[in-house]
């Protein structure tokens, strides 16, 4: 075992912030990290990009929905679409009255810190279909999206996303009130195959 990963239980939480942010971590002390109980530390280690598979699986395995948002949102689950449905179907609804901001950022798009530096989040661009369309059934068809500002904000955010299905972006371009919108999904139907 490395000597990092001998004294994580031993550091101040500085020093555990410093390597949880390091892309060139062994695995040994990325799980060590994990396994501490500062939350903080955790959060870092789900944001950085040379995150390890046994310690990604250690955070998904915690209780509560936040380290696996931030798990999806950095793209450490891209391409296996089971965790997203895991995600959405446990806490959707949840995420939806207590953190709306957090469900757009882990399913729709986010931008923010990523592995390129700041920019768009990589997670969102692999959030399987069916979701989006959910999201676009219960976060804007339902509402005024004329005059609601989230569900513009949630409408904007989906059709920037590439895998939203080709259905949704019709609908939009031929009935959605605001012009600005209706030309955002033209845009996006000219540039599909």
Known sequence: MS?????????ENAELIGLAKNRFLDSETQ????????RRAKIYLAENAGLCPAARDHLWNMR???LKTELLTFGHYVGQDEFYHE????HGDKMRWRS???LHRCFVGGYGRTRNGWGNSEGPRGCPPEILEDIYEKDVASKNAAS???????????LSNP??????????SASHPDSD????????????K
């Open 3 to 11: 000597q990092l990963a001998n004294n994580v239980y031993r550091m």
């Open 31 to 38: 799980l060590k990290i994990a396994e501490h109980p500062y």
């Open 64 to 66: 509560g929905y936040v």
């Open 87 to 90: 995600m959405y179907t446990d």
């Open 100 to 102: 709306p901001w957090r």
């Open 148 to 158: 609601d500002w989230n569900a513009r904000s949630t409408l904007r955010g989906l």
């Open 163 to 172: 895998n939203l299905p080709t259905d949704v972006v019709v609908k939009v």
């Open 181 to 192: 919108i209706r030309n955002m999904a033209l845009r996006r139907l000219g540039t599909l």
